[in-house]
């Protein structure tokens, strides 16, 4: 129906022959089934998030022949100190303080939309980008206008046309490590630069929180790093691909539209049917069986939560878009320890943005001459083009 990337076998209505298989040729194991998922996610203690430390082969960013420094990065830790970081700033996603932003998100939504001069837009560039930026930077304390970078950086870091491989040294490959990491030198000095001026002139605000915590400088700068980039990106694909889907779904928009109650199953049903961050990594601390294959300790594993979301052994019609299923099963913001912490954030950003353009706009419906486009990335399904004529 779309043209996705072509890793994404799943969006195409295909299977895999089997839920785990070793690939020979990338010199890892790819896992696609759900409940063999769900077991990685609930096991950290065999199934590390910490890559680097189990294989130390593991492609680690580098550039000029220099590792580019990950202590801090939430997502790349284990526990005990995954378990203190994240208890750091639990508070700042807590229901409370969530609820409190409401005014905030719709009044930044109704301003963007406000912008639009023309009976079109591209929902990404004019909602569904920005926004989540604003709204992340702020709680940070970080300048929103600067998005226009996080979005360069972004591309250099996730828009990996290839699969992931242990073993291939192509030309192609080795400039894929090197821009994921002069990008990523440039996004941790950026913020480094701002936690610096907090040191200074400290703030209300949550980068101020972490340059004053026990942290060191690496871990306060790479862990608001990552807050930026998981509270930006898996929120601006999930608002560009909630959208596409009701104009994929006349039927459901309509519907939706009618009960806006309906609108949280909208959201959830979303995050299965386009998965934003398609595979994560993981690596074995020890031998281990798993979809009736036994994995030997430290290896890698690349873990495709967008094939597992399809997964007809849990959901029944899994290529159907229907929010009357149970899609609050999905396994898009994670599980367990890893379970998303924006996770409410990223919700009642959704719910009020499609409250508003429900209010503002009688139909949503994509161009024909103009149809969506996807970023170019086979680990995410977001889309950087999203044209829509309005009425």
Request: aromatic share 8%.
């Amino acid at each position: 129906m779309w043209k996705t990337h072509e890793t994404q076998f799943w969006l195409r209505g295909e299977r895999p022959e089997r839920p785990v298989r070793y690939d020979e040729s990338a010199g890892l194991w790819h896992v696609y089934g759900y409940r063999e998922i769900l077991t990685i996610l609930g096991r950290p203690e065999t199934f590390a998030s910490d890559v680097f430390r189990i294989t130390p082969h593991h492609r680690r960013p580098k550039l000029d022949g220099k590792d580019v420094s990950m202590d801090g990065m939430i997502t790349l830790m284990d526990p005990p100190g995954h378990t203190k970081l994240r208890k750091l700033i639990s508070g700042a996603f807590a229901p409370k303080v969530i609820a409190g932003l409401e005014p905030k998100i719709a009044a930044l939504t109704n301003d963007l939309l406000d912008q639009v001069e023309t009976d079109w837009m591209d929902f990404v560039a004019t909602v569904a980008f920005p926004l989540p930026s604003i709204v992340v930077c702020d709680m940070l304390g970080i300048p929103g206008q600067d998005r226009d970078l996080f979005q360069k950086w972004g591309a250099g870091m996730f828009e990996r046309n290839n699969q992931p491989s242990q073993l291939e040294k192509s030309e192609e490959r080795e400039k894929e490590v090197e821009k994921h990491a002069d990008s990523l030198l440039q996004f941790q000095a950026y913020v480094a630069e701002h936690a610096a001026e907090r040191r200074k002139r400290p703030r209300e605000d949550l980068l101020t929180a972490l340059v004053e915590s026990p942290l060191t400088d690496d871990q306060a700068v790479n862990f608001a790093s990552a807050l930026l980039i998981a509270g930006h990106l898996n929120t601006f694909m999930m608002l560009g691909n909630t959208v596409l889907c009701l104009d994929a779904y006349p039927d459901v928009q309509d519907q939706a539209r009618a009960d806006r109650s309906v609108i949280p199953a909208v959201i959830e049903e979303s995050m299965r049917f386009l998965t934003p961050s398609a595979a994560l990594s993981r690596a074995t601390t020890r031998e281990v069986k798993l979809g009736g294959e036994e994995i030997p300790a430290d290896a890698m594993l690349t873990v495709w939560v967008g094939a597992a979301n399809r997964d007809p052994r849990v959901f029944a019609n899994p290529d159907t878009f229907d929010p009357g299923r149970n899609s609050s099963a999905h396994l898009a913001l994670g599980r367990g320890i890893h379970f998303c912490l924006g996770a409410m954030l990223a919700r009642v950003e959704g719910k009020i943005v499609l409250n508003i353009l429900f209010d503002r706009y009688s139909s949503l419906r994509t161009i024909p001459d103009e149809p969506p486009e996807f970023l170019r990335a086979a680990l995410l399904t977001g889309l950087r083009k999203l044209p829509l004529r309005l009425s």
